[in-house]
């Protein structure tokens, strides 16, 4: 039959203390957050070449405050 531990078992399953239901995988938010930092800094060098000066403070410091968290 099925092992009691396995995902399949249709029981609890032990999540620890967070209200979502889920534990996030290190390597996501990692992954997650190089992406940001990348896509900030590809966006500045964006606003700057093409004199957006808008663009600094709407999408860049969204960026900058997404990757501190």
Known sequence: MSDANSSNSGGPREYGNTPYGYTPTMWICTLFVVLYGITSAVHLAQAIHYRLWWLI?????????????
């Open 57 to 69: 403070p709407t999408v860049v410091l969204c960026g900058v405050s997404e990757i501190i968290g």
